[in-house]
């Protein structure tokens, strides 16, 4: 079956423009979480979405957001970006949202100039 | 204090070799367990997972964790070179959100 897809792969923005990335899950699966990895924080929770409300949150600020669409496809959204930014985001899908059941996307590198 | 810490390595071992992976957390409240391993370029797969404190075996690998001291493992038996890669702990106490450690990269060197 069909993995977690995300899209671009790569992307190369200039600091405060805003950014959106799309990842769709495996299908069946209700539960999309997101997070930033970079090497100085390691893999950082942003936010989990599961049948279109978002369930959990992270420390981020209110720049990062997001959003679940009622076929489970999610899309989140920087604002204002900054150098800092700049980072892989994943995402996550799985049934329930229990963590025996995580299947990651290969992410979308994102670069803030 | 970060909630996970992980050994931070890098771990450079020959092939055959026994693996030990370790992270201690302090949040009481994790519930779940999970080892991920990433390769370069990929996202993070899922190898293993764990509830209760104790050993989980699956071919080559083992997870051990000790709730009663907050710590976790993750043994490779036997490694190989595929098995090159970083690899991370991580943990939940509420559905959907997971905490991670920084990662171990390990070589595994024929």
């Known amino acids: 079956k069909a993995g977690v897809t995300q899209t671009p792969r790569y992307l190369i923005k200039t600091r405060g423009q805003q950014v959106t990335l799309s990842c769709s899950p495996i299908?069946?699966?209700?539960?999309v979480s997101w997070y930033q990895q970079t090497p100085g924080q390691g893999l950082q929770f942003l936010f989990e979405y599961f049948s279109e409300t978002q369930r959990n949150k992270g420390n981020f600020p209110g720049r990062f957001s997001g959003r679940q669409f009622s076929n489970s496809r999610s899309e989140m959204n920087v604002s204002t970006l900054e150098l800092g930014d700049s980072a892989l985001y994943l995402c996550?899908?799985?049934?329930?949202?229990?963590?025996?059941?995580?299947?990651f996307g290969s992410g979308t590198r994102l670069t803030v100039v | 204090q970060k909630e996970v810490e992980q050994d931070p390595g890098p771990l450079s071992v020959p092939e055959g070799a026994i693996v030990s992976l370790n992270c201690t957390y302090s949040n009481s409240a994790f519930q779940y367990f999970m080892w991920y391993r990433q390769y370069s370029r990929k996202g993070p797969e899922l190898l293993m997972y764990t509830y209760s404190s104790g050993n989980k075996e699956d071919g080559r690998f083992t997870a051990q964790v000790d709730k009663s001291s907050k710590y976790i493992s993750l043994f490779i038996r036997d490694s190989q070179p595929s098995d090159s890669a970083t690899y991370l702990c991580a943990m939940t106490g509420n559905a959907g959100k997971s905490t991670f450690g920084d990662g171990t990269t390990l070589t595994v060197k024929p």
């Open positions: 996550a899908s799985s049934q329930t949202g229990q963590a025996d059941g995580y299947t």
């Open positions: 299908s069946g699966h209700r539960s």
